[in-house]
Nanobody, 125 residues
Framework: QVQLVESGGGLVQPGGSLRLSCAAS????????MSWVRQAPGKGLEWVLD????????YYADSVKGRFTISRDNAKSTLYLQMNSLKPADTAVYYC??????????????????WGQGTQVTVSS
């Protein structure tokens, strides 16, 4: 069955860095676009970054431009999120999500068929 397993979250000080990973299994990872989506306490989903099946970044949230990078290793079926210069506002549960096609066509739950369980990122001194 399809599984998306995030890892790499934790507590980090403002200005620090973290790299999240999303290990995929149960489907042909290289065929599908992926996204990182976060949810801060008491808030709705925020799409952070999208990447096409071939590895092109197609979306950055304004809030993370210049600080976060999305990448993927199709040989390892793994998605990554490199987060630098972290801010307290980045505190959230981070989810990876599998899109329905080779590119993300919309930022709605209906455009995705599988989500990971999420990993907590807390930015605090």
């Amino acid at each position: 069955q399809v599984q998306l397993v995030e890892s790499g979250g934790g507590l980090v000080q403002p200005g620090g860095s973290l790299r999240l990973s999303c290990a995929a299994s149960g489907f042909t990872f290289s065929y599908y676009a992926m996204s990182w989506v976060r949810q801060a306490p008491g808030k709705g989903l925020e799409w952070v970054l999208d990447i096409t099946s071939s590895g092109s970044t197609t979306y950055y949230a304004d809030s993370v431009k210049g600080r976060f990078t999305i990448s993927r290793d199709n040989a390892k079926s793994t998605l990554y999120l490199q987060m630098n210069s972290l801010k307290p506002a980045d505190t959230a549960v981070y989810y990876c999500a599998k899109a329905l096609s080779t590119v993300v066509t919309g930022h709605e739950r209906s455009e995705y068929d599988y989500w990971g369980q999420g990993t907590q990122v807390t930015v605090s001194s």
